[in-house]
């Protein structure tokens, strides 16, 4: 069996690295940015996200997309959200 996604309207945010407050005031304060100091795991990783389906934060890097939908905030990749997403205007 084939099955097509169906058709979903989000909300969307880029991380630029240069807008970090825009991004938690946008967030409810789900994301923050990660101190220079504490990015020995991945150093490329300048912000966190708190996501509710794993109450986790999940580390993310400039150029990902936080996107919003009814269950909250998660990020993901460029390249899937080109795939994946389209504006709407």
Not at 30 to 37: G, N, Q, T
Not at 56 to 85: H, M, N, S
Request: charged share 30%.
């Amino acid at each position: 069996m084939k099955y097509r996604k169906k058709p979903v309207e989000v909300e969307a945010m880029q991380w630029t690295g240069h807008n970090a407050k825009d991004l938690s005031l946008w967030s409810d304060g789900a994301f923050s940015e990660i101190d220079p100091e504490d990015r020995q795991d991945d150093p490329e990783a300048t912000g966190q996200l708190f996501v509710n389906a794993n109450r986790a934060y999940l580390a993310i890097v400039p150029g990902e997309w936080v996107i919003k939908d009814q269950r909250g905030f998660y990020p993901c990749k460029p390249d899937i959200f080109a795939v994946t997403y389209e504006k709407v205007e």
